[in-house]
């Protein structure tokens, strides 16, 4: 018999696919897992138990949730439901403001957003784009999208862009230069619809005041035209209740960029540089506004646009990027880059995080890095789920948190998975945080707090991932006279709830009346439903003296656990799970928290196994106290 010692010192590797227990030679399966969930990967190697949910406030229905950092100590969460949005300032359970919007629960996906200084912007091509303004603390307006007007002759000329609807080849004409005229087109151009809508003849405009026929109409000039000479320069609104609002929206440049229309789903309009409102594409002025379609050998209805080093459009056959120093129309250059595509059935920003920029692939499946490289002095693309899409089938939501670095991704199954993720320390670790009795339907990081949008037995709910809890749907409060009966639980009516008193585990309770019934009076109390943490490796590699055997027969002589700040642990060795004691306390009921354990824990295995897929042990917790793992040594014997 061969003794064999295996050293786990990181799953940096993260959770990896089941298709992969038979690739021990790559690099991922010596630092992966089987199975970690509800926990953290640590950038150094170990994993923690994740953080719990903090119950924020109820909300009335489906909703989706938008960060909104107006400074670095001023952060808000916009939660938009059915013609409402609600704003929270992170730790208040009641909104700072309560707004009528357009955005109805038809809207919520396919809705994208982008922020500068106090103004958050808001589109959805069916509704017109919206700016949310704070002004004040307490004090926030829904506005329409301000695009600049000039005023001429006391009209006033809407600089928005324009573009051709119809026969590319339609010709127009007027019958005078001032005044009411009428319009007239070599091709069935106009519709009842187009009364009220504006035309743009070699860049002066008119408004449609009566209808003919498909045409002939009458406009009014709003300007002096240039002469009454059959001409091809001509153009409508390309944003209007006719044709359709933004897609996407970004600030790129000193510029304000709409991708893509209801209409026009493959065209880019950049805005006048310093003048994010205004489109107006006066020829010869560096400054002017841009616009210009997607032209490719697939369909490129854009999904989103993001700013980075280059203005970068995600459609729904590939990527592209714009460039240009400085951006201008002479100098605007197109190119396509990858051909991956984005989902088009519900919106997902594209996240910026390192230097890259994730974006969900068609269907949502598959999170994508989009990095740059000097060497090609191009973008590349490298599926960041290749390895997990077990966790992560299909992307609906992501989010980022800097200060932890961790990315969080909403999937179609309601759940939300982690991805550490530190690119030149070569770590790339994904683990999935299941939220018990309630599936996660939205994520937000304003600041550095991350929001879930929860839909739980009682409703759907604003719940905040909070280190100081272990629970979920939690609250935690404090009585200078120790009490027994503790409320303020209506989110969880008649629902079996988990309590930490005074820092000890308590039994089970049930809620009823909004309240719960402790066995004995507590100062301090966390109450909310209880989630259970797994962490079990990938299947072992053992060799006996004649190599590598996945067939051999292996017996677990004893496992060392390296923990820090360990309160409960409950460990698998093969004989089904037991608690470890991790100190002299014994029992779920106990006078004094029990005290956290740093350093090694030896445990004995017993019996002998074959060297399959199953895992040689398995770690559990559920009791809402920490746990963080920093390492595993399992001492082996291994039949020749």
Request: proline letters at 7%; glycine letters at 10%; charged letters at 25%.
């Amino acid at each position: 018999m061969s003794r064999v010692i295996q050293h786990k010192t990181s799953f940096t590797g993260g959770e990896i696919s089941p298709d992969l227990y038979g690739r021990d030679d790559l690099r991922v399966y010596g630092n992966g897992a089987a199975r970690l969930r509800n926990v953290i990967v640590r950038p150094t190697g170990g994993i923690s138990r994740r953080p719990g949910l903090r119950h924020v406030a109820d909300l009335p229905g489906a909703g989706r949730l938008v960060a909104f950092d107006f400074n670095a100590q001023q952060t808000y969460v916009v939660a938009a439901t059915d013609g409402e949005l609600r704003i929270f300032l992170p730790g208040d359970s009641v909104p700072d403001a309560t707004l009528t919007s357009p955005f109805l629960a038809d809207h919520l996906d396919g809705m994208d957003w982008t922020q500068s200084a106090d103004t958050l912007l808001l589109v959805h091509p069916e509704v017109p784009p919206k700016q949310l303004v704070r002004r004040d603390v307490g004090d926030w307006r829904l506005e329409d999208l301000p695009f600049a007007e000039d005023a001429h002759a006391g009209n006033q000329i809407r600089r928005v862009p324009f573009a051709k609807f119809g026969p590319a080849e339609a010709r127009v004409k007027v019958n005078a230069t001032t005044g009411t005229v009428t319009l007239s087109s070599t091709a069935e151009l106009f519709a009842p619809s187009h009364v009220g809508r504006r035309f743009e003849l070699k860049g002066r405009q008119v408004e449609i005041t009566g209808f003919g026929d498909s045409r002939n109409v009458t406009v009014r000039c709003l300007e002096d035209l240039a002469d009454t000479e059959l001409t091809g320069d001509w153009g409508e609104e390309a944003v209007s209740p006719l044709r359709g609002w933004p897609r996407s929206v970004v600030f790129h440049k000193d510029r304000l960029v709409l991708g893509g229309t209801r209409d026009l789903p493959h065209h880019v309009f950049l805005s006048r540089a310093g003048a994010l409102f205004d489109f107006d594409t006066d020829e010869g002025q560096d400054d002017a506004a841009i616009d210009f379609p997607l032209m490719g050998d697939r369909v490129n209805a854009i999904q989103s646009v993001s700013s980075a080093r280059h203005l970068q459009i995600f459609t729904s056959g590939g990527e592209w990027i714009v460039s240009g120093e400085p951006l201008t129309p002479t100098s605007v250059e197109v190119r396509p880059q990858t051909q991956i595509g984005s989902r088009a059935d519900r919106h997902v920003p594209p996240l910026s995080v390192d230097g890259a920029t994730m974006f969900a692939g068609p269907d949502g499946e598959g999170l994508y890095e989009f990095l740059y490289t000097d060497l090609e002095q191009a973008y590349n693309t490298i599926d960041l789920t290749l390895l997990v899409r077990h966790l992560a089938p299909s992307i609906r939501e992501t989010s980022y948190d800097r200060l932890r670095r961790l990315l969080y991704v909403v999937t179609e199954a309601r759940e939300l998975a982690c991805l550490t993720q530190y690119r030149a320390e070569q770590v790339t670790a994904w683990s999935l945080c299941a939220s018990v009795g309630g599936k996660i339907e939205s994520v937000a990081t304003p600041g550095s707090r991350t929001f879930v949008l929860v839909d739980r037995p009682a409703g759907k709910a604003i719940e905040e991932l909070d280190d100081a809890l272990q629970v979920d749907a939690g609250l935690s409060g404090t009585a200078e006279t120790p009490a027994s009966t503790w409320s303020g639980l209506d989110h969880l009516e008649g629902e079996e709830v988990v309590v930490l008193a005074d820092g000890c585990p308590r039994g089970p309770a049930v809620v009823s009346g909004g309240a719960v019934v402790l066995d004995r009076p507590a100062s301090q109390v966390v109450i909310g439903k209880s989630f259970r943490h797994e962490v079990a490796p990938l299947p072992p590699v053992v060799a006996n003296n004649s190599g590598r055997d996945s067939a051999a027969a292996v017996r677990l002589i004893e496992t060392t656990l390296r923990l820090s700040e360990t309160a409960q642990i409950e460990l698998d060795l093969g004989g089904g799970l037991r608690a470890v004691p991790l100190s002299a306390f014994a029992g779920p009921l106990l006078d004094a928290p029990p005290p956290s354990f740093s350093g090694d824990k030896r445990v004995r295995g017993t019996g002998w196994r074959r060297a399959d897929t199953a895992p040689l042990w398995r770690l559990e917790g559920e009791a809402p106290l920490p746990m963080t793992l920093l390492s595993v040594t399992n001492e082996l014997k291994v039949n020749d």
